[in-house]
Antibody
Framework: EVQLVESGGGLVQPGRSLRLSCVASGFTFNDYAMHWVRQAPGKGLEWVSGIGWNSGSIGYADSVRGRFTISRDNAKNSLYLQMNSLRPEDRAFYYC???????????????WGQGTLVTVSS | EIVLTQSPATLYLSPGERATLSCRASQSVSSSLAWYQQKPGQAPRLLMYDASKRATGIPARFSGSGSGTDFTLTISALEPEDFAVYYCQQRSNWISFGQGTRLESK
């Protein structure tokens, strides 16, 4: 069974940093691209960032480029999102999601974690 | 950036009725379009990919069509569990989502 478990969310002041983690199980992690998607409470989905199976391809939404950094550790089956210079508008649930096609990026997202809430407020 | 526009924003229907949801892309995405369903308090679930292919375990009452810039998700006969928010997603140029269509029971 595929499982994606996010952690690292919480309350942080504007301008500060936070690092999200996602631990994956139930599939061969290093075969698939992984993504972060966020959703402000009561709002729609926004793709944040994606990373290829070997970290060779990385993309960011314009809203986070230059502030957020995605990375992965295939030995630990883990995905990360380093978020710097956080703004109140970054407040959202952050979902880790798995790409559906081996070695391809981007793809549909066939498994999602339950999300971790990031709140940016003074 | 490819912008996806979904319509209508909210659709009011009754169980048993047919639902038709639309997604329009700001430029061609070929058939690289997926649909997701999201219920309150849950993560999104992949329904359709490559415009017309059902994901694993998705009932046959869900179907998708379209290519280029105009796409449709059809639910042939609504079940009570189908009332949710639906999002389209393109993967032609990285990833972007539509703003969602809320399907509500009349």
């Amino acid at each position: 069974e595929v499982q994606l478990v996010e952690s690292g969310g919480g309350l942080v002041q504007p301008g500060r940093s936070l690092r999200l983690s996602c631990v994956a199980s139930g599939f061969t992690f290093n075969d698939y691209a992984m993504h972060w998607v966020r959703q402000a409470p009561g709002k729609g989905l926004e793709w944040v960032s994606g990373i290829g199976w070997n970290s060779g391809s990385i993309g960011y939404a314009d809203s986070v480029r230059g502030r957020f950094t995605i990375s992965r550790d295939n030995a630990k089956n883990s995905l990360y999102l380093q978020m710097n210079s956080l703004r109140p508008e970054d407040r959202a649930f952050y979902y880790c999601a798995k790409g559906s096609e081996k070695w391809e990026i981007p793809t549909p997202l066939d498994y999602w974690g339950q999300g971790t809430l990031v709140t940016v407020s003074s | 950036e490819i912008v996806l526009t979904q319509s209508p924003a909210t659709l009011y229907l009754s169980p048993g009725e047919r639902a038709t949801l639309s997604c329009r892309a700001s430029q061609s995405v070929s058939s690289s379009l997926a649909w997701y369903q999201q219920k309150p308090g849950q993560a999104p679930r992949l329904l359709m990919y490559d415009a017309s292919k059902r994901a694993t375990g998705i009932p046959a009452r869900f179907s998708g069509s379209g290519s280029g810039t105009d796409f449709t998700l059809t639910i042939s006969a609504l079940e009570p569990e189908d009332f949710a928010v639906y999002y389209c997603q393109q993967r032609s140029n990285w990833i972007s989502f539509g703003q969602g269509t809320r399907l509500e029971s009349k």
